[in-house]
Nanobody, 125 residues
Framework: QIQLVESGGGLVQAGGSLRLSCAAS????????LGWFRQAPGKEREFVAA????????SYADSVKGRFTISRDNAENTLYLQMNSLKPEDTAVYYC??????????????????WGQGTQVTVSS
């Protein structure tokens, strides 16, 4: 059974940093396309970052480009999202997602089959 478990969320002041983790079990992340999404209260879930199956290509939403970094540790079978220079508008529940079957790199949430439970990130002003 494949499971994704996020951790690392919390409360941080504007300008601060957090690193989110997404630990996988049941299958190797090294053969998957991976993504991070977020959902703020009253808003739809939105794309944050994606990492290609090869690990060599990254894609970011314009709102986080230059501040967030997506990465993968194959030995730990864990996906990360390093978030720097956080802003109050980054406040949301963050979800990791994985796809082992459809393609190379996805920005659309409907391309992912497996999701974590989410971790809350709150940025105070």
């Amino acid at each position: 059974q494949i499971q994704l478990v996020e951790s690392g969320g919390g409360l941080v002041q504007a300008g601060g940093s957090l690193r989110l983790s997404c630990a996988a079990s049941g299958r190797a992340l090294s053969s998957s396309a991976l993504g991070w999404f977020r959902q703020a209260p009253g808003k739809e879930r939105e794309f944050v970052a994606a990492l290609s199956r090869s690990g060599g290509i990254r894609s970011y939403a314009d709102s986080v480009k230059g501040r967030f970094t997506i990465s993968r540790d194959n030995a730990e079978n864990t996906l990360y999202l390093q978030m720097n220079s956080l802003k109050p508008e980054d406040t949301a529940v963050y979800y990791c997602a994985a796809d082992w079957s459809r393609g190379f790199l996805h920005r659309d949430d409907d391309k992912y089959d497996y999701w974590g439970q989410g971790t809350q990130v709150t940025v105070s002003s």
